[in-house]
């Protein structure tokens, strides 16, 4: 029932920027959390962003942290990732993934329910 959809990735040289954009449907999102994933190859895959769909509240990991902004149009169900002064260790597959969520903010792979097919993200040198 439930679908995500990712768009946006493409190949960008280093201190480039792009726009991520995931699609939602199937159900309401509030209550859930809606977060980026990313996976370079022979990696594990690695929490990037979350942000709460209802409250609008975000929370990020270190390494992207005044670098990537996570957004949501609740209107249109659709979750961005604005990624500016990449760099080529950003390069990775994005995942979009939703998580129905308490008061922690989960960055575990195994805490999120539904996932997107993800879309390639390139950061040349």
């Known amino acids: 029932q439930v679908h995500l959809v990712e768009s946006g990735g493409g190949l960008v040289q280093a201190g480039g920027s792009l726009r991520l954009s995931c699609v939602a449907s199937?159900?309401?999102?509030?209550?859930?959390?809606m977060a980026w994933f990313r996976q370079a190859p022979g990696k594990e895959r690695e929490f990037v962003a979350a942000?709460?769909?209802?409250?609008?509240?975000?929370y990020y990991a270190d390494s992207v942290k005044g670098r990537f902004t996570i957004s949501r149009d609740n209107a249109k169900n659709v979750l961005y990732l604005q990624m500016n002064n990449l760099k080529p260790e950003d390069t990775a597959n994005y995942y979009c993934a939703a998580a129905y969520a308490g008061s922690s903010w989960p960055q575990r792979v195994r805490s999120y329910d539904y996932w997107g097919q993800g879309t390639q993200v390139t950061v040349s040198s």
């Open positions: 942000i709460r769909w209802s409250g609008g509240d975000t």
């Open positions: 199937g159900r309401t999102f509030s209550g859930y959390v």
